[in-house]
Nanobody
Framework: HVQLVESGGGSVKAGGSLTLSCVASGSTVDTYCLGWFRQASGQTREGVASFEKDGSASYADSVKGRFTISKDNAKNTLYLQMNNLKPEDSAMYYC????????????????WGRGTQVTVS
C-alpha cells in the first residue's frame, strides 16, 4: 500500500513560483507512474503532469513550458516546479501513483495524497 503526502502549496501573486513535493512511503517512486493532478472548486480533477519509470514526462497543454515534474529516487519524493503562475492555476494539487503506463487521466490512478492548496492572485 502506497501512502502519499503533498506539501509546498501556498498563496502567490501571478507570475510567481512554487515547488510542490510529494513524499511516498510503502513503496519506491521508481517503480510506478507518478502524476500531479489539480482540482479547482466545482471542477473535475485534471491531469497536470506525469512521470514514467523511464524518466519521460508528459504535461497538460495548459502548463507546458511553465511546470516541470521531477523525482528524487533517493528521497522517494516527487516534485512539481511551477513557474509563471496564473490565477487559473489556483486549485488543490494532488499527487498520485498508477500501476502501469502513464496517463493524465485521474481515473487510471490507484493511490492519492490528500492534496495541497495553491492560490494565485
Amino acid at each position: 500500500h502506497v501512502q502519499l503526502v503533498e506539501s509546498g502549496g501556498g498563496s502567490v501573486k501571478a507570475g510567481g513560483s512554487l515547488t510542490l513535493s510529494c513524499v511516498a512511503s510503502g513503496s519506491t517512486v521508481d517503480t510506478y507512474c507518478l502524476g500531479w493532478f489539480r482540482q479547482a472548486s466545482g471542477q473535475t480533477r485534471e491531469g497536470v503532469a506525469s512521470f514514467e519509470k523511464d524518466g519521460s514526462a508528459s504535461y497538460a497543454d495548459s502548463v507546458k513550458g511553465r511546470f516541470t515534474i521531477s523525482k528524487d529516487n533517493a528521497k522517494n519524493t516527487l516534485y512539481l516546479q511551477m513557474n509563471n503562475l496564473k490565477p487559473e492555476d489556483s486549485a488543490m494539487y494532488y499527487c498520485a501513483v498508477r500501476y502501469g503506463g502513464c496517463t493524465l487521466d485521474a481515473t487510471d490512478f490507484n493511490y492519492w495524497g490528500r492534496g495541497t492548496q495553491v492560490t494565485v492572485s
